[in-house]
């Protein structure tokens, strides 16, 4: 998928100081930017999640994009995350339940939200469709009966079918005709061919979270405990053979963090993944995989505390960590190079989950 040019909005004020982070309140189109969007997840149930812009060059942040490009309309959700596909952002907001659709050029809402549909997670776009793993409702004992990845027609933005699978479905990727489901309340990946929508299961020792390709086209997934269900002997990464669907190497990641968040370097030989101790400690680090050598780094590359999401530009090679601060007020992101070396710090929305770049 084509990553996206993104926008930023800068404020220009003459004879006054111009602060690094700002609130665009306002109803002003941002000037065409190369630079970082930031999904800011907001505090459950609140409404309160965000998009926030990053100018990556000048080191500047803008907060509350959307809400500046819509007459101060709000998003008015928890936002799981942001897929960008062609000139559109996919906002997948699980409470309230709905996508909204925003124009990445200027952050203006395009159509009305999609709302039939229950705590959707994360998006890919395959040619006129968009799959999204949908947990859906919960059941009478907190579990996830009927999850789901729903299938959107992205031409009329309706969600025109729905494809059974494991509980719990979380991060998704596709692979010409396949598409890879992360069922994260069990130990299986559901594998989709696109032109039948038929399903088979991949069997795995703990629970899949997130996938990525490496340099080599193997697929890699981190497998997590799921708060400690599962024994942290099967907690790490796991690759698996796109041609045939089977294991191959698994590498344990002691303490990776139960989000099973990883981010690829942009040549593919390096995948980033965050460690968390567990509740109530809040140390968190980042450690980097090479997925040539199938080794991990002997040290963590970064420490600190609350981290939250992780990425890396794959143009920069610069990382970006999401700090929640414990979703008590608004979180930050830092930047890092390569080595691990503080590039800078912006305060940004409440919670901050997630990345996208050009």
Known sequence: MKILKFVVLLFSLVGILVFSSC?????????????????????????????????????AITNNVVKGANNGQEIGSTIQSVT???????????????????????????????????????????GDRGYITCWGPWGDNWDL?????????????????????????????????????????????????????????????AAPKHFEFDANGQLWVTVTSSFGTYPPEFVGLQSIDPDNDTKGTFVQIPGLSDKGVMALSGDGQVIYLLTAQPWPGTKTEVWAFNTITKTLEAEALISGDNFYGLSVNPTTGKIYVADAAG???????????????????QIVGVGPNGFLFK
């Open 145 to 205: 009966p009927d999850s789901y990845v729903a299938v959107l027609d992205l031409v009329s933005n309706e969600i025109v079918d729905s494809i059974e699978c494991g509980s719990g479905p979380e991060g998704i990727i596709g692979l010409s005709n396949k598409i890879y489901v992360a069922n994260s309340y069990e130990t299986t990946i559901t594998v989709i061919d696109q032109f039948t929508s038929k399903t088979s299961t991949i069997q795995l020792d």
């Open 327 to 345: 979703f008590q007020g608004n979180g930050r992101i830092i930047v890092y190079d390569m080595e691990g070396n503080q590039l800078d710090e």
């Open 84 to 126: 960008p596909y062609g000139a559109v952002g996919y906002v997948i907001c699980n409470a309230t339940d709905k996508i909204e659709f925003i124009d990445l050029e200027d952050y203006k809402y395009l159509t009305n939200p999609v709302t039939n549909i229950s705590q959707p997670r994360f998006m890919i776009g395959y």
């Open 23 to 59: 609130d665009n309140g306002g109803n002003i189109a941002p000037p065409k930017l190369t630079g970082v969007i930031i999904v800011n997840e907001g505090n459950f149930g609140q409404g309160n999640g965000s998009i926030s812009f990053y100018d990556e060059e000048n080191m």
